[in-house]
């Protein structure tokens, strides 16, 4: 270990907390806005190994948010995936960096999630939160949600969250922060979306491009989420298990709200691993279409 490199923040957590983030296996799902904010702060803090997952390409109207995104990376061309092993590797060499250009619900993306001792999920799709919520329950990994959203109006609302699930009491489905319907949903397939678009008058067609997104107001929420990582990794504190940023009044909360005591997640699948059959969704060809 390269103690010069560390020398600040192990003032901060000592060298013991450093060997443990070194050794720490972290999933990054979803290497976009958020993930790539992820992937460049836990490469600095020493991160050792990184599992990065993400089926898409950079698009001309990522360029304003994905850190190190260079004006030359190809559109279509350049895999997330690769924009995320690009940023680790410039860092630090010595990282270990696995990659799946493939949906999260594939073989190789749910084996990583597995391998790994911590995940960190940043997402669009309510359907992969679910899943992926789901399988970090049944193997009892520490799962990191983050989300960040600007909601144009006024008042123009802006800000994010990081959600927690790290010890079975409290996930995104307890705490109110998953719209299980829609996540439904989104597993439902592209016939059952537009069956359900018909009979609820939705055309999604006519909603256009997905909403802002700014490059600040997603390193803030990246930013609470690696520090909650680094307090817990390290021994500092327990990490928070909910963080609510609210950017437009500059003001960050922690609810107190209880979560839900009869979480079929937290409670009924947590740790049960291969029993849980998470890979139905597998068997199911949801990957195919979920993004």
């Known amino acids: 270990m390269n103690k010069e490199r560390f020398d600040r923040q192990m003032a901060l957590f000592g060298e013991e907390g450093q060997m443990k983030i070194a050794a720490a296996r972290v999933a990054v799902v979803g290497v976009g806005g958020l993930g790539t904010h992820v992937v460049q702060q836990l490469a600095l803090l020493g991160v050792g190994s ?16 994905y850190v190190t995104a260079r004006h030359d990376d190809p559109c279509p061309g350049t895999l997330k995936v690769d924009i995320g092993e690009r940023t680790a590797t410039l860092i630090d060499p010595g ?24 995940v960190f999920g940043c997402l669009d799709s309510e359907g992969a939160r ?127 709200e209880p979560p839900d005591a009869d979480c079929y997640y937290c409670k009924a699948i947590r740790g049960r691993g291969a029993a849980a059959d998470v890979q139905r969704y597998i068997r199911e060809g949801v990957g195919a279409f979920l993004r």
Not at 50 to 65: G, V
Request: charge should be negative; hydrophobic fraction near 40%.
């Open 95 to 118: 990282v270990h960096v696995d990659k799946v250009p493939d949906s999260l619900v594939s073989e190789d993306a749910f084996a990583d999630v597995i391998g790994s001792d911590y």
């Open 130 to 256: 679910l899943v992926l919520n789901e399988l970090c329950a049944a193997y009892g990994r520490p799962y990191f949600d983050l989300a960040s959203e600007v909601i144009p109006g006024d008042p123009l609302v802006y800000g994010g969250r990081v959600c927690i699930a790290w010890d079975g009491d409290g996930c995104l489905v307890c705490h109110g922060l998953l719209d299980v319907a829609e996540a439904q949903a989104n597993l439902a397939g592209p016939e059952a979306r537009r069956d359900r678009d018909a009979l609820y008058g939705v055309d999604r067609a006519a909603l256009g491009r997905s909403g802002p997104s700014v490059v600040s107001i997603n390193g803030v929420v990246a930013s609470l989420g690696v520090t909650e990582f680094m307090a817990a990794v390290t021994g500092i504190r327990a990490p928070k298990k909910l963080l609510t940023y609210y950017g437009h009044m500059g003001r960050l909360t922690s609810p107190a």
């Open 50 to 65: 990184l599992a990065l997952i993400d089926s898409e390409e950079l698009d001309p109207t990522n360029r304003n948010r």
